[in-house]
């Protein structure tokens, strides 16, 4: 199995309460990625980091900030929770070589109330 | 942009019946990479195949099969013979190769439920 782990793996949290998840790899690979999952919806893309340090948005980014200060930590932030970013979310690595497949963590239920 | 399509959002069937997922893709670079994945109802994403843009050949593993057709932007699996333990939501995916973006798209996915 991929080395990836996603913390924590269920979150209760406030409306307008900031949260911050984390997705954390031991397999050194380049690329990482969140996604929320929705029903109807599939999984879309919020973040992806191509490096430390090196962001940048998908088709969901608003209302989440991203990090990546190493390469095996990659922390998906709410700045203010709403009830609509209640989702499971998903961090997902990949190797640098062109056409690598994703590796997915087991996901995080966040409820936001 | 890109973009993946699986028109599909629930397909039933009863075991043992034949069944095909639809994946249709939009892009405009000519190298580019397709996926699909399997979420069972224990929610892990599970990796099934990928394919090139400049493979098309077909290609068949046990009971799955694909069918790559760049002419129609299509990428279709077809569970043969299907089982109970096929039951679950299945993802395309699209991946572009050139520079920085290896953005990983999703379709919305293709909800399978096979009955005894």
């Known amino acids: 199995d991929a080395g990836i782990t996603q913390s924590p793996r269920h979150k209760v949290t406030e409306t307008g309460t900031p949260v911050t998840l984390r997705c954390h790899q031991t397999?050194?690979?380049?690329?990482m990625y969140w996604y929320r999952q929705d029903p109807g919806h599939g999984l879309r893309l919020i973040h992806y980091s191509y490096g430390v340090k090196d962001t940048d948005k998908g088709e969901v980014s608003d209302g989440y900030s991203v990090s990546r200060s190493k390469t095996e930590d990659f922390l998906l932030t709410l700045e203010s929770a709403t009830s609509s970013q209640t989702s499971v979310y998903f961090c997902?690595?990949?190797?640098?070589?062109?056409?690598?497949?994703?590796?997915f963590g087991q996901g995080t239920r966040l409820t936001v109330v | 942009a890109q973009k993946v399509t699986q028109a599909q959002t629930e397909i039933s069937v009863v075991e043992k019946e034949d069944v095909t997922l639809d994946c249709v893709y939009e892009?405009?670079?000519?190298?580019?990479?397709l996926f699909w994945y399997k979420q069972p109802p224990s929610g892990e994403l599970v990796f099934l195949i990928r394919?090139?843009?400049?493979?098309?050949q077909n290609e068949i593993s046990g009971r799955y099969s694909w069918n790559f057709q760049k002419s129609t932007s299509s990428f279709n699996f077809t569970i043969t013979a299907s089982q109970v333990v096929d039951s679950a939501v299945y993802f395309c995916?699209?991946?572009?190769?050139?520079?920085?973006?290896?953005?990983?798209?999703f379709g919305a996915g293709t909800t399978v439920t096979v009955r005894a």
């Open positions: 995916a699209l991946s572009e190769a050139q520079g920085n973006d290896y953005k990983l798209s």
């Open positions: 892009t405009r670079d000519t190298t580019y990479y």
């Open positions: 394919r090139n843009s400049f493979d098309e």
């Open positions: 397999e050194n690979h380049r690329y």
């Open positions: 997902a690595i990949r190797p640098g070589t062109a056409g690598a497949e994703a590796f």
